[in-house]
């Protein structure tokens, strides 16, 4: 990973926000994971490494810039955020091509399994279907914990959602899950507790629907188990001993 470069030699920022926004990236410990450029604008996704076990903050942070070479100016964009996924939706919204900004480097953390894939596949897909509510993201000995609380504005029943993502420092992989909840308040009383298992999502586990694909598209092997009977994936129980 280089440090970023947002192309903005000659060019004077358009506004004092965008002053600000450049002044702050240029003065965080930044690498690029991918970023795409063309004449007009520059989109980049980055790790920041001054996010660390005793600041919890987001450790990925995006920026969109645009240019304007008829004027000499640009503008400027930046969010952070807990997962990669949100960081590529967000980049998107602001035009960046999603297959451009999709290919992260074998050099970063990796899904650990299909379900986890398929909640990312979920995120990217669906523009301006999510609001922020609040990221939190924490390092711990050998692993680390995030979480993004949104509104889901496309769902019926439970619209906030929790996507959280748990992360194994040693194997380089990460888990992602979403749980539904009524409200804000019980959501981030179950994340402060954790004593139950994280509410699934009523339009169903993403390990269910992968076991029912798989099901439909393959003969079952004699003595196999019904793809049914798989449990759907689950958040385990743990004692966390910490509020938020």
């Known amino acids: ?44 996704l980055m790790y920041d490494t001054t996010a660390t076990w005793y600041d919890p903050k987001p450790q990925i942070r995006t920026a969109a810039v ?12 930046t969010a952070s955020h807990t997962g990669i996924a949100f960081a590529q939706r967000w980049l998107a919204d602001r035009g960046a091509p999603l297959e451009a900004v999709g290919v992260i480097g074998n050099d970063r953390a990796r ?11 979920k995120i990217r897909a669906d523009s301006g279907r999510y ?34 993502q748990q992360g194994d420092l040693e194997m380089r992989t990460y888990t992602l899950r979403e749980g539904a909840f009524p409200d804000t308040e019980p959501a981030l009383a179950w994340l402060a507790d954790r004593t139950e298992p994280l509410p699934p ?8 629907r992968v076991s ?31 509020s938020l």
């Not at 645009?66 to 964009?77: K, L, Q, S, Y």
């Open 1 to 44: 990973m280089s440090a970023p470069d947002f192309r903005v030699a000659g060019h004077t920022a358009a506004d004092p926000s965008t002053e600000q926004i450049l002044a702050d990236l240029l003065a965080a410990e930044l690498s690029t994971v991918v970023d795409h450029h063309t004449d007009t604008a520059s989109y980049l």
């Open 66 to 77: 645009h240019r304007f070479p008829d004027h000499g100016t640009f503008a400027m964009e």
């Open 111 to 121: 899904p650990a399994d299909a379900a986890t894939g398929l909640v990312e596949d």
């Open 131 to 164: 609001d922020l509510i609040q990221v939190f993201h924490e390092d711990l000995d050998d692993a680390c914990d995030a979480w993004t609380l949104v509104r889901d504005t496309a769902a019926t029943h439970a619209p906030v959602r929790v996507f959280l």
């Open 201 to 208: 999502a009523p339009e169903g586990p993403p390990v269910q």
């Open 212 to 242: 029912a694909a798989r099901a439909r598209s393959a003969p079952a092997a004699p003595g196999s188990r019904s793809p049914h009977a798989v449990p759907p994936p689950s958040i385990q129980p743990v004692n966390r001993g910490r």
